[in-house]
């Protein structure tokens, strides 16, 4: 069974820096490409950030691109997000998710998610 | 970066009705589409991606089709299970950009 476990949230204060693990189990982990997704309670979806398979293409939300760096150890089976700079606009709960090996779905399973909350 | 489009952002209907919705990309994005389910407390679902393929598991009633910028999800006959909002997504290219959502609520 594919499991996704987001971990590494919290609350911090604007321009503070957080970093959000994601632990994978159930599949070949570096077979696969990963992306966080955000959702502000309330909200709409917002893409944040994606890896490939290989971590050699890494792509970033305008919102977030500068400050946020994706990263993946495939040693560990383990998805990253370095938060840097974090304003109160980037609260949210945080998913993990995988895409399908082939890539035609990208996102195919999701974590249960992780809250950041950004407030002074 | 590619601009999603969703419409209505609301749709009111009740259980039976068949309900469409649209969703426009700023620039061709071919097939590369996909549509999720979303429901209050917990994570997304996909429901069709590359335009029209079916995931599997969900109801033939749900279907989805289009090609370049323009897209659609039908509901060919609600059932009270989906009533929820639903979200279209881009993966052409990074950044891989999501739909505002259309919430589908009860008449």
């Known amino acids: 069974e594919v499991q996704l476990v987001e971990s590494g949230g919290g609350v911090v204060r604007p321009g503070e820096s957080l970093r959000l693990s994601c632990a994978a189990s159930g599949f070949i982990f570096d077979s696969y490409g990963l992306s966080w997704v955000r959702q502000v309670p309330g909200k709409g979806l917002e893409w944040v950030s994606g890896?490939?398979?290989?971590?050699?293409?890494?792509g970033y939300a305008a919102s977030v691109k500068g400050r946020f760096t994706i990263s993946r150890d495939d040693a560990k089976r383990s998805l990253y997000l370095q938060m840097n700079s974090l304003r109160a606009e980037d609260t949210a709960l945080y998913y993990c998710?995988?895409?399908?090996?082939?890539?035609?779905?990208?996102?195919?399973?999701w974590g249960q998610g992780i809250l950041v909350t950004v407030s002074s | 970066d590619i601009q999603m489009t969703q419409s209505p952002s609301t749709l009111s209907a009740s259980v039976g009705d068949r309900v469409t919705i649209s969703c426009r990309a700023s620039q061709s994005i071919t097939t590369w589409l996909a549509w999720y389910q979303a429901k209050p407390g917990k994570a997304p679902n996909v429901l069709i991606y590359k335009a029209s393929t079916l995931e599997s598991g969900v109801p033939s009633r749900f279907s989805g089709s289009g090609s370049g910028t323009e897209f659609t999800l039908t509901i060919s006959s609600l059932q009270p299970g989906d009533f929820a909002t639903y979200y279209c997504q881009q993966y052409h290219t990074y950044p891989y950009t999501f739909g505002q959502g259309t919430k589908l609520e009860i008449q």
């Open positions: 890896i490939n398979w290989s971590g050699g293409s890494t």
């Open positions: 998710a995988r895409a399908s090996r082939d890539a035609q779905k990208p996102q195919e399973h």
